[in-house]
């Protein structure tokens, strides 16, 4: 028996980052989790040749099959993903979809194999959302926080919601992608690609001079970071509107928009994600009115995201309504001091004082200011710093979150 995975994107970020810290604390449970160890995960195009070796050889003990999937139309998605299942002799016991654009799909081979049908809704309903009976038809909802559950059951959607809060790898027991260990686990006879992983993690950036000579910007320059998928709810024209007004006072500031799927060629884009491309377009035109192509630079896909987070100065999040937490989890466990917009859930993740706070509906000048603020306060960062920390101390728990994953895979309907 299996378990399969409906993502759309196998990007280092996001659901995928969530989805492969599952995995390896399932991994590191070994046969004590109760599961037989089979997983495969159905994904759209791009991947990577190494990023396929991470998710198939990166495990001691799971056997993970990565299928691409390269629909001309919607059902073809779930012809594709049959003839796989059937070609495989795959007997999924449970579905688990991450996100809400292959909901239908998730939810029609679960019932053709009898399988729980889960579904994780780290974000709010997309441009395109499901329908309502599709969603309250599955097993189990999976949300990060109440205040997005509430989102969604504003919107019209109900079902058997589950609250399962973000996890981050603990940073004194570094899972970061191409370590040292994992690259160890890839079997005998990959050698080539073993050395092409070991070559790749030499060019990653070791400290922030090597990273700043890489985007060719200068020594004193200040990063800030907007980090993750574009989208319109995460309001990233408002931080093009803050890097405009600080950098009138500190011009050595930079802003930096971390986007994993930047640069993917337009044939390869579902549709769903075209919403993407406009967005991405509307902050391209945004800083082209403003002059400020100098000072704003778009990193696309990156596999060493762990590695220059700490590289960052201030960590921007704008964002207006509740949604996945996880970059700012990541930025905090990285140190960065982050100035997020008080959207509703946001104590869920970080408490006062972990961070510094301006309204949702703020004028253009407030991340600006509260950059300001904290530019020469060393202990006030410091101290966002540790509290940060003694919060997140709630999110290295892995394997109690694997416990409640695999009490959803394992129940038989």
């Not at 991994?27 to 994904?43: A, K, L, N, P, W």
């Not at 205040?147 to 899972?175: F, S």
């Not at 579902?270 to 035109?285: F, N, V």
């Not at 603020?373 to 892995?398: A, G, V």
């Amino acid at each position: 028996m299996a378990v399969l995975y409906l993502i759309p994107n196998l990007a280092p970020c996001g659901d995928s980052a969530q989805l492969e810290l599952i995995l390896r604390s399932l991994d590191q449970m070994g046969s004590d989790s109760g599961f037989d160890g089979e997983i495969h995960i159905f994904t759209f195009p791009p991947l990577a040749e190494w990023e396929r070796i991470r998710f198939e050889t990166g495990f001691r003990w799971l056997s993970v099959h990565i299928h691409l999937i390269r629909p001309y139309f919607l059902s073809d998605i779930f012809l594709q993903i049959f003839q796989h299942i059937r070609r495989f002799h795959i007997h999924p016991r449970a579905v688990h979809v991450w996100g809400d654009a292959l909901t239908g799909v998730g939810l029609h081979i679960s019932r053709l194999f009898k399988a729980q049908s889960i579904v994780s809704l780290r974000h709010i309903p997309s441009m395109c959302p499901p329908r309502k009976s599709t969603i309250r038809a599955f097993d189990y909802l999976l949300v990060n926080s109440a205040a997005l559950q509430k989102y969604w059951e504003k919107a019209g959607y109900r079902g058997n919601w589950k609250i399962v809060r973000d996890q981050i790898a603990d940073p004194e027991k570094n899972t970061a992608v191409h370590s040292s260990s994992e690259i160890s686990f890839i079997h005998d006879g990959k050698n080539s690609l073993n050395e092409k992983i070991s070559s790749e993690t030499s060019c990653f950036p070791q400290n922030k001079s090597e990273f700043l000579a890489e985007l060719g910007l200068p020594e004193d320059s200040i990063l800030a970071v907007c980090a993750g998928p574009v989208e319109a709810w995460k309001r990233w024209q408002w931080a093009v509107w803050s890097i405009d007004s600080v950098v009138r006072i500190h011009p050595e500031m930079h802003l930096l928009f971390l986007d994993p799927e930047l640069n993917v060629p337009r044939q390869q884009q579902p549709k769903r994600d075209l919403a993407r491309e406009m967005e991405r377009r509307g902050i391209a035109r945004f800083v082209r009115q403003y002059e400020r192509e100098s000072i704003i630079h778009f990193i696309p896909r990156r596999h060493d995201i762990s590695r220059i987070l700490p590289f960052m100065d201030f960590f921007w999040n704008p964002q207006s309504v509740p949604g996945s937490g996880l970059a700012l989890l990541e930025a905090a466990a990285a140190g960065i001091p982050i100035i997020s917009a008080d959207f509703n859930g946001l104590e869920e993740l970080l408490p006062e004082g972990t961070c510094a706070r301006v309204p949702v509906h703020h004028e253009t000048t407030a991340i600006a200011a509260a950059s300001h603020n904290l530019w020469e306060q060393t202990e006030r960062k410091q101290e966002m710093k540790s509290k940060s920390y003694e919060i997140l101390k709630n999110f290295f728990n892995s394997f109690d979150t694997m416990k409640i994953y695999l009490s959803f895979y394992l129940k038989w309907t």
